[in-house]
């Protein structure tokens, strides 16, 4: 009768000890058996060779590092909101799994044909609602209309009936990317159609890297918008992106590729946004990263990005009374610094009726003219229109932006010529539920962007407007459904 080892003891992962062979057995039994027992520990060690070569691969061709939320990107948006903070109201609702209807060019399903994606999100944002701006007579208002309805950009995003224009649709997306190059292909801070914001802008120059790329970032962020270095770029689209894609990084180990250097007040809202200088990656052509932020397609108009940028900067209480308040603040560009004109020929005389009204309403209220160098940082220019500024005034430009500091009750008078109208400070205004009204007239001369005002236009808004609290707010949702049940006043 011939005597086997039990086939259970091929199988063991631990290496048994091998039985003397017994000599009693005939001699091709006996090396049958020896050869039997030796089986388990090759199994066994080749197992162990090939679990530490897989391991050393995963750890050779990865260097991912842990999101904010551990690699949960997907709640990452909601866990990063306070649900108490002004922007919560206004928050997009984020898509991130390619489901069946879903639009093959909405984040989740295109990210399938990009390669190194981590996560990838559709943001639907609410659709919203502004009412037009107040002006001195019907003319006026009829000239902005049809600016409003003949803008190509502006009718891209709004659309004008009765009284209010209305937002809808608005979609913007993020990726993160793992172990990517970013190489820029265009000059950056240039008007490229191809530059963050804009409606060509893509994610080409992002390709994988290979293990041999040397000074590789830990995460970085794209933020190549035109003109990023100016004030007024600054604020209205690299916040944006900042904004946008602020939930996807911790922000601890972040870098920032953007152009130029910025002017002083530029750089610290970098810092105070989470990007000191020493993460800031000034026009550079190429950058490699463990993880990359892409959330250059972001939008240019929507109540959230604006009320999130100042809840980062550190503005977001703008609805405590503050009493002292009795400021009218005038932007001129008569100060020699202004670009492309806008000068009031007859201000002089504008600020001395203006002054006339205020002693007029003996309310201890007090006209200053702005000036940005008696501010030495952005703390002490913040807090003082905060707590200051009953009204901004002035022609349009970019010191008009300031208007963003000050309470949601400030009125804001801007003076625009018809050859050079802008958008941006009415929709900003109202976004923040600020009271705006509009000056629209002819330029001095047809090749000039210069304005001769009527001084009772401009005293008679300020009379209407100025220091009343509580007014309509010219920001509210939109939806096809207007039953009262569904709570659409904020």
């Not at 600054?234 to 911790?250: A, P, W």
Request: contains cysteine; neutral net charge; charged residues 20%.
């Amino acid at each position: 009768m011939r005597t086997e080892t039990p086939r259970r003891s091929f199988w063991r992962f631990s290496s048994p000890r091998r039985p003397s062979p017994d000599r009693s057995l005939p001699a091709p039994l006996s090396r049958r058996l020896a050869h039997a027992t030796r089986q388990p520990s090759r199994r066994a060690y080749l197992v162990i060779l090939l679990t530490v070569v897989v391991l050393i691969l995963l750890r050779s061709t990865s260097r991912v590092k842990p999101s904010p939320t551990g690699n949960n990107f997907a709640t990452a948006l909601e866990d990063r909101t306070s649900p108490s903070s002004p922007s919560s109201l206004w928050a997009p609702f984020s898509l991130s799994t390619c489901v069946f209807g879903m639009p093959r060019h909405w984040a989740p399903c295109f990210a399938q044909r990009l390669a190194n994606v981590l996560y990838a999100e559709e943001l639907v944002y609410p659709d919203f609602q502004l009412r037009e701006p107040y002006f001195p007579n019907n003319q006026q208002r009829e000239v902005w209309r049809k600016f409003a309805q003949t803008d190509s950009e502006y009718r891209d995003r709004a659309s004008l009936k009765e009284g209010w224009a209305t937002y809808k649709g608005q979609h913007g997306q993020n990726f993160v990317f793992h172990d990517v190059s970013y190489k820029l292909r265009f000059g950056p801070d240039i008007w490229s159609s191809r530059s963050c914001t804009q409606k060509l802008v893509n994610t080409l120059p992002i390709e994988p890297t290979n293990r041999t790329t040397k000074d590789v970032l830990p995460t970085a962020l794209i933020a190549l918008a035109p003109e990023a270095f100016s004030f007024q770029h600054f604020l209205d689209r690299v916040t944006h992106i900042i904004v946008q894609g602020e939930h996807l990084h911790d922000g601890h180990d972040t870098y920032a590729l953007t152009g130029r250097l910025g002017t002083r007040l530029v750089q610290q809202m970098w810092d105070k946004m989470g990007f000191p200088d020493e993460r800031l990656i000034h026009s550079s052509k190429s950058i490699a990263a463990d993880q990359l932020v892409f959330s250059c397609r972001a939008l240019l108009v929507h109540p959230w990005l604006s009320l999130k940028t100042l809840e980062l900067l550190g503005v977001g209480d703008r609805q405590t009374p503050a009493p002292q308040r009795n400021k009218v603040v005038y932007m001129s560009r008569s100060d020699g610094h202004a670009l492309n004109g806008r000068h009031v020929v007859n201000e002089e005389e504008v600020l001395t009726a203006i002054r006339a009204l205020l002693e007029e309403r003996k309310l201890g209220e007090e006209l200053v003219v702005f000036l940005e160098d008696a501010f030495d940082n952005i703390h002490d220019l913040f807090s003082w229109f905060k707590e200051n500024a009953l009204a901004i005034v002035g022609p349009h430009g970019g010191a008009m932006i300031n208007h963003r500091w000050a309470h949601r009750d400030t009125f804001v008078l801007e003076f625009m010529p018809e050859n050079r109208m802008a958008m941006m400070i009415h929709e900003e205004a109202s976004m923040l539920s600020q009271t705006y009204a509009a000056i629209v007239v002819p330029p001095v001369t047809p090749d000039s962007f210069d304005l001769l005002l009527d001084v009772g236009q401009v005293v008679d808004l300020l009379r209407t407007h100025l220091g009343v609290v509580g007014a309509e707010n010219p920001l509210r949702r939109s939806y096809y459904w207007e039953a009262k049940e569904l709570g659409l006043d904020l």
